[in-house]
Each structure stands twice: as structure tokens, then as C-alpha cells.
């Protein structure tokens, strides 16, 4: 390895490339809408660890960021759909989309987002204690997850589980 390469975000933490492969592998089934076959958990989470493995092992601390920034999109995207059913719901409909007909939030895992949302936040909250522009330039996702946070916590209380998918206690 190069004496110049900077290795230092490599020791932040080891939850994200332990929790989030499959996290992120539920989060991107979920936001599918390609008509290909579907394909089963464990591969997409497999596939998403060797992802991982290769950006911890021969990624930069540029690429991670970038990695991360798109689980947030993902979780993002999990959120704006989730507060989408929400805000479509009134007494009339609130009874079939209990029952996830036409419902634009059936099949979106709230503990997969929730998840990988608290995972990314604290690692970008993290990176205040290390050089370079990293915390700078996460700023912005940390204010998404944040919100999505807020959104996925309220849902996940009104849904009849924990507010933290991190403690166990969580669905």
C-alpha cells in the first residue's frame, strides 16, 4: 500500500459494513420496480457484503462517503414513500391500506430503513474527529437522515414496536 494512502476512515466504526449489507440489500429490493425476477434475500445480501468488502479493502475514503450517500438515498427514498401513505391516508382509506391494498408503502421495510438510517448518521457524526472535508461534506445527509429518522421513529411507535431498530427490541 502507498504511504500516502489515507486509511484513517477505515477506523471509525465496524457497524456499517457489519449492518448495513443487509439492510441496504432489503431497502433496494424494496425500491425496485424493474420487472425481472425477483431474486432472494440472502443473494441480495451476499452480493451487498462483497460490495462492502471490496470498498473497505481496496475503496478511498471518497468512494465509502460515496457508498454511504447512496444507502441514505435509499433510506430517503424509503421515507418519502412511507410519509407519501401517510399523508394519503384518511379515515375512508385508512382501512384498506391497513391491509396494504393500494397502498404506496406495502413492502417497504421501516426496520431496514431505520436501520441503515442510524447506522450512516452515527458513522457521519463520527467523522468530526477525523481530517479532511468528510463531516463537511455529509452535512446534508446527515440533516435527511435526521428527518428520516423522525419520520421512521413516530412510525415505527405507531406501528406497535421500538423507536431504535439498533437495540434489539425493534421489528
Known amino acids: 500500500m502507498s504511504g500516502r494512502r489515507h486509511l484513517d476512515w477505515l477506523g471509525l466504526t465496524p457497524e456499517p459494513e457489519r449492518e448495513l449489507p443487509a439492510a441496504v440489500a432489503e431497502l433496494r429490493a424494496s425500491l425496485d420496480t424493474t420487472r425481472h425476477p425477483p431474486t432472494s434475500a ?86 468530526i474527529g477525523l481530517p479532511g472535508a468528510g463531516y463537511g461534506r455529509t452535512a446534508g445527509d446527515r440533516a435527511a437522515l435526521e428527518s428520516a429518522l423522525r419520520l421512521l421513529r413516530t412510525r415505527s411507535r405507531t406501528a406497535g414496536s421500538a423507536p431504535t431498530a439498533r437495540t434489539g427490541d425493534g421489528t
Open 42 to 127: 440472502a443473494r441480495l445480501a451476499a452480493a451487498e457484503r462483497r460490495r462492502v468488502e471490496r470498498l473497505v479493502l481496496r475503496g478511498s475514503r471518497h468512494s465509502w462517503l460515496r457508498y454511504l450517500a447512496e444507502a441514505t438515498a435509499l433510506v430517503t427514498a424509503v421515507t418519502a414513500r412511507l410519509d407519501g401513505s401517510r399523508t394519503q391516508a384518511d379515515p375512508a382509506t385508512a382501512e384498506a391500506s391497513s391491509e396494504g391494498a393500494a397502498d404506496p408503502a406495502a413492502g417497504v421495510s421501516t426496520a431496514a430503513a431505520l436501520l441503515a438510517a442510524e447506522v450512516i448518521l452515527d458513522h457521519h457524526r463520527m467523522l
